[in-house]
């Protein structure tokens, strides 16, 4: 089993800054595939940005590019956020898919076999 844990939410207000982190803990293997999805209450779950297992192949979703910035030291998974909007308000959830070295459509949620349970940010106008 494999567990993953983040935090790092909280409340800030618009234009402020967070970073959230996912600890992946238990039977990992060699190479595994993270990400970072959020959803908002009514919305569907969107991919937010993603790591391969080196850290080095990234991918951000259009709507927080140039404002989130993901990175990624092998078991630990991090999402630093700039520029916060109200909009931005969800819970963030860390998700990882075992085994994996690069995925076609990293930002797709069904690519992935474990999840957090999810830190909430709050952004307030």
């Known amino acids: 089993q494999v567990q993953l844990v983040e935090s790092g939410g909280g409340s800030v207000q618009a234009g402020g800054s967070l970073r959230l982190s996912c600890a992946a803990s238990g039977n990992l293997a060699n190479n595994y595939c993270m990400a970072w999805f959020r959803q908002a209450p009514g919305r569907e779950r969107e991919g937010v940005a993603a790591?391969?297992?080196?850290?080095?192949r990234t991918l951000t979703a259009d709507s927080v590019k140039g404002r989130f910035t993901v990175s990624r030291d092998v078991a630990e998974l991090y999402l630093t956020m700039n520029s916060l909007q109200p909009e931005d308000t969800a819970r963030y959830f860390c998700?990882?898919?075992?085994?994996?070295?690069?995925?076609?459509?990293?930002?797709?949620?069904?690519?992935?076999?474990?999840w957090g349970e999810g830190t909430q940010v709050t952004v307030s106008s």
């Open positions: 998700a990882a898919k075992l085994p994996c070295f690069q995925l076609a459509n990293p930002l797709r949620g069904p690519e992935y076999n474990y």
């Open positions: 790591a391969d297992i080196t850290g080095r």
